[in-house]
T-cell receptor
Framework: AQSVTQLDSHVSVSEGTPVLLRCNYS??????LFWYVQHPNKGLQLLLK??????LVKGINGFEAEFKKSETSFHLTKPSAHMSDAAEYFC????????????FGTGTRLLVSP | NAGVTQTPKFQVLKTGQSMTLQCAQD?????MYWYRQDPGMGLRLIYY???????DKGEVPNGYNVSRLNKREFSLRLESAAPSQTSVYFC????????????FGQGTRLTVV
């Protein structure tokens, strides 16, 4: 069975400093991995996805993530936080066999202070 | 550019009342999903539909029913609402392969009193 663990429920950074949101996954097969962002009272928007091509994936708004099979990790990073990055972030795994059922992590709330 | 459209956006129900949440997508996707979002629990899958005419239970199906009316529409019904069903509900759809991302509606905030 697939599962996702987001290691921090909250992360606080100052504007202009790096962002690191951690995600570990468990999957019996080669997974697809996604990061979604949810701004307050909004729906979910795809930030980036990994689908067995390049292990370093670049997304929107300067975010990127690196797939590390040996560590079963897919951490999300950004070199310099912006106030508009304050939101909730979800790491999601999808098994590459059979029907696509997305399994969500519990989310990490990113707080950005001036 | 509508994508996935959910109605209503907000709803308050009394315990025992019924209601149907509507969802429609215009991206010609085969797969559609209903999730609920509760604080600290991420999104949990209620039901999904791999294609028109098929539906399957997800992680938390109790108290819900679904209908895949056609390729575009996938509705979620609460027959007898309970306070435990107070949540934000999201509909989503996705494309033909497991590597394609899901697109989400804006959500329905449901309160059961």
């Amino acid at each position: 069975a697939q599962s996702v663990t987001q290691l921090d429920s909250h992360v606080s950074v100052s504007e202009g400093t790096p962002v690191l949101l951690r995600c570990n996954y468990s999957s019996s097969y080669s997974p697809s991995l996604f990061w979604y962002v949810q701004h307050p009272n909004k729906g979910l928007q795809l930030l980036l996805k990994y689908t067995s091509a390049a292990t370093l994936v670049k997304g929107i708004n300067g975010f990127e993530a690196e797939f590390k099979k040996s560590e079963t990790s897919f951490h999300l990073t950004k070199p310099s936080a912006h106030m508009s990055d304050a939101a909730e972030y979800f790491c999601v795994v999808s098994d590459l066999t059979g029907f696509q059922k997305l399994v969500f992590g519990t989310g990490t709330r990113l707080l950005v202070s001036p | 550019n509508a994508g996935v459209t959910q109605t209503p956006k907000f709803q308050v129900l009394k315990t025992g009342q019924s209601m149907t949440l509507q969802c429609a997508q215009d991206m010609n996707h085969n797969s559609m999903y209903w999730y609920r979002q509760d604080p600290g629990m991420g999104l949990r899958l209620i039901y999904y539909s791999a294609s028109e005419g098929t539906t399957d239970k997800g992680e938390v199906p109790n108290g819900y029913n679904v209908s895949r009316l056609n390729k575009r529409e996938f509705s979620l019904r609460l027959e007898s609402a309970a306070p435990s069903q107070t949540s934000v509900y999201f509909c989503a759809s996705s494309g033909p392969t497991v590597a394609t991302e899901a697109f989400f509606g804006q959500g329905t905030r449901l309160t059961v009193v």
